[in-house]
DNA sequence: ATAAGAGTGAGTATCATTCTCATTCTGTCG
DNA sequence: CGACAGAATGAGAATGATACTCACTCTTAT
C-alpha cells in the first residue's frame, strides 16, 4: 500500500490524476476531457484515453462501468465502492470497504501483483422496491 | 439466498438463464444470441438484451465489463470472480468469494434489497511483471 | 544543426448496446 | 367466433463511448 512511482509521471498523466483526486468523485473520460477545455492544461480525447489506460496500468487509477456503458475513473487512492439500484439506477456510496487488503491465498493469486479491486452492490432502493409489482 | 421468483420468468428469459448456467462461464450478449441462432430457441439481439437487463433486475443475473467494453453475464448463483492482467489482459478465476455474504451495517445499505454484487481484481500477472520496464 | 524517438490530437473507424416501430402473439369479451 | 387491447418481438437504424490513424510537434542526444 502506497505506491510512490510519480517517477515516469508524464505531465499530462499527472494532470489527470491531479483532477481526479481534486474531484472527490468519479469522473468519466469524457469529463475530463470537458474539464481542462480551454485551461492551458487542455489535452485532446485520445490522450485522455490513452493515459488513463497507463495510469490504470500502474495502479494508480482504477474504474467502474455503469449500466450505460460509460466507464467511470477514480484514484486507487480512494477505495471507495457504491450500492446501485438496479431498476433507478440510483447510488450511494459505502462508508467502507468490505474487503480492506482482502486475504487472497498466495495459490489463488497465481504470481499476480495484485494493484486494486473493483467491488459494487446491487439491489432494489427503498423506492423501487415499493414499485416492485405494478407500474 | 435461495431466490425463487420462477413465476413471473418469460419463456425466452427463462432460455437465456438456462443457457449461462449450462454454458458454466460469463457469456456476452453476443454470444448468447449467436448460440441460440438457428435453433428453435433463436432470438432477435433486442430481446436478447431486453431480458438480460429485466434477469438483472430480478437479481438472477449479474455482469461485468471487459476493458473492451463488452459486458460479460453470469448466473448470480454462481459467485464467481476474476484476477486480470491490466497489461496483457489475461484472467484466472479465483476460487472462491471473498466477501461470501459481506456483513454490510443495515447503515450503509440504506433501505436497499441487496441482490448481487460484482468483484474484480486487477494486477500484473507473472509474464508481464518480467516485461514491466522494457517493451 | 540534425536526427531519432516520444508525445499529441483532429478526425475517423469500430462495435456493443439501445432505440424505433411495424408486426405478431395472446388472452378477453360480447 | 371475430374484434380488440396489450404484451412481446426483431430487423434495421441510431447512438455514443472508446480505439485507431497518422501527420505534426517536442525533446533529447550527438
Ligand atoms: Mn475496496
Ligand atoms: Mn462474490
Ligand atoms: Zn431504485
Ligand atoms: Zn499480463
Same mark, same amino acid.
Given at each position: 500500500?502506497?505506491?510512490?512511482?510519480?517517477?515516469? #509521471?508524464? %505531465?499530462?498523466?499527472?494532470?489527470?490524476?491531479?483532477?481526479?483526486?481534486? &474531484? @472527490?468523485?468519479?469522473?468519466? @473520460?469524457?469529463? #475530463?476531457?470537458?474539464? #481542462?477545455?480551454? *485551461?492551458?492544461?487542455?489535452?485532446?480525447?485520445?490522450?485522455?484515453?490513452?493515459?488513463?489506460?497507463?495510469?490504470?496500468?500502474?495502479?494508480?487509477?482504477?474504474?467502474?462501468?455503469?449500466?450505460?456503458? $460509460?466507464?467511470? =475513473? &477514480?484514484? !486507487? $487512492?480512494?477505495? $471507495?465502492? +457504491? /450500492? *446501485?439500484?438496479?431498476?433507478?439506477?440510483?447510488?450511494?456510496?459505502? !462508508? &467502507?470497504?468490505?474487503? +480492506?487488503?482482502? +486475504?487472497?491465498? %498466495?495459490?489463488?493469486?497465481? @504470481? =499476480?501483483? /495484485?494493484? =486494486?479491486? !473493483?467491488?459494487?452492490? =446491487?439491489?432494489?432502493?427503498?423506492?423501487?422496491?415499493?414499485?416492485?409489482?405494478?407500474?
Amino acid at each position: 500500500m502506497g505506491e510512490q512511482p510519480s517517477i515516469e #509521471l508524464l %505531465p499530462k498523466q499527472h494532470q489527470l490524476l491531479e483532477q481526479l483526486v481534486l &474531484a @472527490g468523485q468519479e469522473l468519466s @473520460g469524457q469529463d #475530463l476531457h470537458a474539464r #481542462l477545455r480551454g *485551461t492551458p492544461l487542455a489535452m485532446g480525447l485520445a490522450t485522455v484515453y490513452r493515459h488513463l489506460r497507463q495510469l490504470q496500468q500502474q495502479g494508480l487509477v482504477r474504474c467502474r462501468h455503469l449500466p450505460s456503458g $460509460e466507464a467511470l =475513473f &477514480a484514484p !486507487t $487512492e480512494r477505495d $471507495e465502492h +457504491h /450500492l *446501485t439500484c438496479v431498476d433507478c439506477g440510483r447510488t450511494q456510496p459505502l !462508508t &467502507a470497504c468490505p474487503i +480492506h487488503d482482502a +486475504h487472497l491465498s %498466495p495459490e489463488q493469486i497465481g @504470481g =499476480f501483483q /495484485l494493484l =486494486f479491486h !473493483t467491488l459494487e452492490f =446491487f439491489g432494489l432502493c427503498s423506492d423501487c422496491q415499493g414499485r416492485q409489482d405494478q407500474d
